[in-house]
C-alpha cells in the first residue's frame, strides 16, 4: 500500500517492571520514570520498544496528526491518572513545541491533549477530561528525516506494583510511499495540506490531464 493510517500506543509497561519489551503481556508492570525524565517512546528504552529509530526513506513521506499521553492530574488524586506528562515531536535534533521565547519545554502535557480521552479525574473536580488541544497544522515528516515523539514524565511514577502506575502515549500519523510521496512533496511545494482527501484530489487531476491529452 502506498498510503496507510498507522497508530501506535505506548506504555511503561514491561515484565517485572524492568527495561523494554517489544511485545506486551497481561503480567507487564510498569517501569519507575523519575520526573523530569524525557525518553522517546519508540527506543527510550523503557516500556513497550520498537527495534530502530523512525526515519522516513527518500521515498516515504509521514504526516504526525494526532499526539496525546497520560495526563499529571496531581499527586493529591492518588488515581491511576495521577502520574502523567508531556509529548513532544522531535524531527532529526529540532524539538517541534517550544515556549513563546523560544526555550525548550517539555511539549503538550495530557491534560491538554489526554489519552484516553474521557478519562475520569478527580481534581480539581470529579470529570471527564476531554481534549483541548488539536494538532494543527499536522507535523510534516520529509524523506530521509528522522522523527520521533518524547514523553516527559511530570508526576511522580508509583513503585511497579500494579499497572494503576502506567503511563501511556498515543500517536497518529499517515505514511505515504513511493508515488504518493512525490505528490505528498508536490503538494508541499503548491502549499496545499497533506492528507489522503488530496493526494486522491491531484492523481485524478493527472489522469484526467492525461486522458484530456489523449483524446486531443
Known amino acids: 500500500m502506498a498510503m496507510r493510517s498507522q497508530i501506535y500506543e505506548w506504555s ?13 503481556r497481561s503480567t507487564d508492570l510498569p517501569v519507575n520514570i523519575v520526573t523530569g525524565t524525557q525518553l522517546s517512546i519508540f527506543t527510550g528504552g523503557v516500556g513497550y520498544n520498537t ?12 504526516v504526525i496528526e494526532d499526539i496525546a499521553c497520560t495526563p499529571d492530574t ?7 491518572n ?38 475520569a479525574v478527580t481534581t480539581p473536580v470529579a470529570s471527564n477530561l476531554l481534549k483541548s ?12 528525516q528522522v522523527w520521533d515523539i518524547l514523553y516527559t514524565q ?11 502506575c502506567g503511563v501511556a502515549v498515543f500517536v497518529k500519523y499517515t505514511l505515504y510511499d513511493g508515488p504518493d510521496a512525490l505528490i505528498a512533496n508536490k503538494l508541499l511545494e ?21 486522458m484530456g491529452g489523449g483524446m486531443a
Open 74 to 80: 496531581g499527586a493529591a488524586a492518588k488515581t491511576a
Open 154 to 164: 511530570q508526576g511522580a511514577t508509583l513503585s511497579a506494583s500494579s499497572t494503576a
Open 190 to 210: 503548491l502549499g496545499i495540506t497533506v492528507n489522503p482527501a488530496n493526494v486522491d484530489w491531484y492523481k485524478r487531476t493527472l489522469i484526467e490531464q492525461q
Open 51 to 62: 527495534t530502530k529509530p523512525s526515519e522516513t526513506t527518500a521515498t516515504q513521506f509521514v
Open 133 to 144: 488541544f488539536d494538532l494543527y497544522p499536522d507535523v510534516y515528516v520529509l524523506p530521509g
Open 82 to 119: 495521577e502520574n502523567g506528562g508531556a509529548v513532544q515531536v522531535r524531527i532529526n535534533t529540532t524539538e517541534y513545541f517550544q515556549n513563546p521565547d523560544v526555550t525548550a519545554m517539555a511539549g503538550v502535557t495530557g491534560l491538554a491533549s489526554p489519552y484516553p480521552r474521557g478519562l
Open 12 to 24: 511503561n509497561l514491561a515484565p517485572l517492571g524492568a527495561g523494554a519489551t517489544l511485545q506486551r
